[in-house]
């Protein structure tokens, strides 16, 4: 078997794609009587920060010969990658290693770039050591993602799917012609199956991209037959060509299991904490609460930004002394809210207690001496016990697929270990 691995061609401004190049590759392979065994699209760390969008990265499974495999991505890569950006780093990897046996240091490698940040040494000194084939132009930093794609099969257990349309090439940054509410009934046909097709309460059909690239739309799902079904049942535009892609996005891939104390900046973590203040609304509408871990007095800040639309509400429900599980990236020491989960919630609240004569308010005696009525002088040990009413169930609740990255686990995938509320 041939892997070959490309990254970093496009740019953020001028369009292209990555998985269009791998699309257009992969009919260059057949043509030159190759087959394609596999695509894959892997979603790396989110947190790098040169990234163009999604942080994607490419495989291609095939049996052509592996120096034919690299003329050949050399070829469809140099008039396609946007080369005038300076952002744009393009790398190709080819390896003879079936996709299965890649050495562990390869997979290991595409664990680390789902997970960590890495330099473009840690990739180059890898791939002189394996020996495997590899090109960069304009520095040739998509060789991290590259070889990270070659890797992945290998390194990862949980698979979805994503059937990507894409339009007339020549049609570029003109608005697209996709018909919503086609999107909409098929999206609602094959919901679970598919999931982050539409987001119903935005009225968005996320899955037609707002970027200037050659992608009309990308259905994604837990299996290639529904994503290609639904698919079929847009109505847009010509379809110039589509692909389907096995894939590492809705995995939560990315998330490490942490604590408070040990955050990093640049990695994505699931940790557990009490909240420990009252949410609090800021400047542009993002949300901050604080969470604290107990028994090591550790401290952080977790945020929902604005384009996290409703799940706002959910974050704005919780209360001082509410256990969670928070999931997102840390970036200047605050989590970035992807999901939590209400582990527990706070059910009682400490008040001062009424006067049982005269119905009022009572006050404080002083320091530890309880609370006295001014009126009667009746006296109360402590403070009252409230029942409170919470906005809020135990289980886990997440960003709406309007604000979902890649890699995020829709919660209507299932597998979690307390009750879900999915957002749809
Ligand atoms: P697209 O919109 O197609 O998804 P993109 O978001 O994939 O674009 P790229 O242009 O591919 O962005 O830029 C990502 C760059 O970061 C690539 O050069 C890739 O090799 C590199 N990279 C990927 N993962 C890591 C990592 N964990 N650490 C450091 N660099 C990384």
């Known amino acids: 078997m041939t892997v070959i691995g490309l990254d970093d061609t496009d740019s953020r401004e001028r369009g292209m794609c990555t998985t269009y190049l791998a699309t257009r590759l992969a009919t260059a392979i057949d043509r030159a009587g190759g087959r394609i065994e596999r695509r894959l699209l892997i979603r790396l760390n989110p947190a790098v920060e040169h990234k163009t969008r999604g942080n994607a990265a490419l495989a291609l499974h095939t049996d052509l010969e592996p120096d034919r495999a690299l003329e050949l991505a050399a070829a469809e890569l140099e008039p396609l990658a946007e080369m005038g950006d300076p952002r744009t780093s393009p790398g190709v990897v080819v390896t003879g290693d079936d996709a299965e046996a890649v050495p562990d240091s390869v997979a290991a490698f595409a664990q680390r770039a789902v997970r960590d940040l890495l330099d473009l040494d840690d990739a180059l000194g890898l791939l002189e050591d394996l020996g495997y084939r590899h090109r960069g132009w304009a520095g040739g930093r998509g060789r991290i993602g590259a070889l990270a794609a070659v890797g992945a099969w290998a390194a990862f257990g949980e698979w979805t799917y994503e059937h990507i349309a894409y339009r007339a090439f020549e049609r570029c940054g003109t608005p697209r012609d996709v018909d919503e509410t086609s999107v909409f009934e098929a999206a609602s046909a094959y919901y679970p199956e598919a999931w982050d097709t539409v987001d119903q309460v935005e009225s968005q059909a996320v899955c037609v991209p707002n970027a200037p690239g050659p992608i009309l739309y990308g259905i994604r799902g837990d299996d290639s037959a529904p994503v290609r079904a639904l698919a079929n049942e847009i109505e847009s535009e010509p379809v110039e060509r589509s692909a389907t892609f096995l894939t590492n996005q809705g995995t939560d891939g990315h998330l490490r299991d942490g604590s408070i104390g040990d ?112 009126d009667c002088g009746t006296s109360a040990p402590g403070p009252a016990t409230v029942e409170l009413d919470r906005d809020l169930e135990p289980g886990w609740y997440e960003v709406p697929p309007c604000a979902r990255r890649h890699i995020a686990k829709p919660l209507v995938r299932g597998g979690f270990d307390a009750p879900t509320h999915p957002a749809r």
């Not at 401290?299 to 959910?314: G, S, Y």
């Open 263 to 374: 955050l990093r900046d640049g990695r994505a973590y699931r940790v557990d904490g009490t909240v420990t203040g009252e949410p609090e609304t800021r400047q542009g509408g993002h949300v901050f609460v604080p969470i604290a871990d107990p028994p090591s007095g550790a401290t952080a800040e977790c945020v929902a930004f604005e384009p996290t639309k409703r799940f706002r509400d959910r974050v704005r429900a919780l209360s001082a002394g509410d256990e969670i599980t928070a999931c997102g990236e840390v970036s200047g020491g605050t989590i970035k809210l992807e999901k939590f989960a209400v582990r527990s919630l706070r059910r009682t609240a400490e008040t001062t207690p009424t006067c049982e004569v005269c119905d009022r308010s009572m006050e404080s005696a002083g320091r530890d001496q309880g609370y006295r009525c001014r």
